[in-house]
């Protein structure tokens, strides 16, 4: 005996609010920031903004350690940054910082460069595919370098 039930109608849609963290290093909100904040409707700024005088080694920058602390705890879902190079210049680094943060389900998101995007199936493609590249080439400049090196030790 077949059973047909009348579909039922979809609950109430609800409104789901991402928390979003933002870092700076040296500098107020950007306009780039605002923009990308304003572009997302369902996104929610949470009180603290993580900010750094100045860009360097992880070790050396409190406010980032303590936005993966915090994104550990879960406290916010994306991290928003101006741009990449403000939270990492090594590609070493960055990759950590970013396997970080996937680590404990937060997202990634450069302001300025919409294909560091870790919130899409494509974006997290393209970021690693961008941190490989940059990997790749540092590694090539360094072979090329050793090389040229040996060679001029060689005469």
């Not at 039922?8 to 979003?20: K, L, N």
């Not at 992880?58 to 994104?71: F, G, I, M, N, S």
């Not at 302001?111 to 940059?134: C, I, K, Y």
């Amino acid at each position: 005996m077949s059973h047909h039930h009348a579909p039922q109608p979809d609950p109430a849609p609800r409104t789901s609010r991402t928390r979003v963290a933002v870092y700076l290093v040296d500098t107020g909100i950007t306009t780039a920031i605002r923009a990308c904040l304003d572009a997302h409707p369902t996104w929610r700024q949470i009180r603290r903004t993580y900010r750094d005088s100045q860009p360097g080694p992880l070790a050396t920058r409190p406010e980032l350690r303590r936005a993966l602390t915090d994104a550990r705890a879960g406290k916010f879902d994306l991290l928003l940054v101006r741009s990449v190079s403000q939270v990492s210049r090594s590609l070493n680094e960055l990759s950590e910082i970013l396997t970080e943060l996937d680590d404990a389900g937060v997202a990634f998101r450069s302001a300025t460069e919409p294909h560091f995007d870790t919130t899409s199936l494509t974006g997290r493609m393209l970021t690693q595919l961008m941190v490989t590249l940059a990997q790749y080439e540092h590694e090539h400049r360094e072979r090329v370098r050793r090389r040229q090196v040996r060679r001029r030790a060689v005469r």
